[in-house]
């Protein structure tokens, strides 16, 4: 279930679109719920929130986008990522690629909205897990820690 409720949002990324009702339409396929909506002075929405889980906010706002400008990762971790991209490979201007492995032990899908904005879906591959923990110890450097 998704949480609906307002809280200050430790993160989010905002997507200018070309147009607002065609990104939120999509956006819902993608597994966003539309939470709110700011109309503009001329009634039409200057903002429209969206969420997929907790801490996962997207607001979409009118714009004239930049293909390639913006690009935002979330957590994905119960989803069947190959059953979701054969959902969203059927709308216009947009670009699927994906789910595919990473060295890291995700399995990450890239979609490319119609206006070029960018999600990355990444689930992790918790068949590996253990393989993954013992893969980060030998071979990342830097201040973390391993899990057991």
């Known amino acids: 279930m998704i949480d609906r409720t307002i809280y200050p949002m430790p993160m989010f990324a905002t997507f200018q679109v070309s147009d607002v009702r065609a990104a939120e339409a999509f956006y819902q396929a993608v597994g966003f719920v ?9 009634g039409s929405p200057a903002v429209v ?19 390639g400008s913006t690009s935002v990762s979330f957590s994905a971790p119960d989803e069947d990522l190959a059953a979701l ?4 490979r059927g709308f216009d ?12 032990f995700t399995s990450d899908l890239t979609i490319d909205d119609a206006d070029g904005n960018r999600v990355v879906l990444t689930a992790p591959r918790t068949a590996e897990l253990g393989h993954a923990k013992e893969w980060a110890r030998e071979n990342i450097t830097g201040d973390f820690i391993v899990e057991s």
């Open 85 to 88: 991209a054969d959902r969203l």
């Open 93 to 104: 201007g947009v670009r699927v690629s994906g789910p595919e492995d990473t060295r890291w």
């Open 34 to 42: 539309s939470l709110a909506a700011v109309p503009g002075p001329d």
């Open 49 to 67: 929130h969206l969420r997929r889980m907790k801490y996962q906010d997207l607001l979409i706002v009118p714009g004239r986008p930049e293909r």
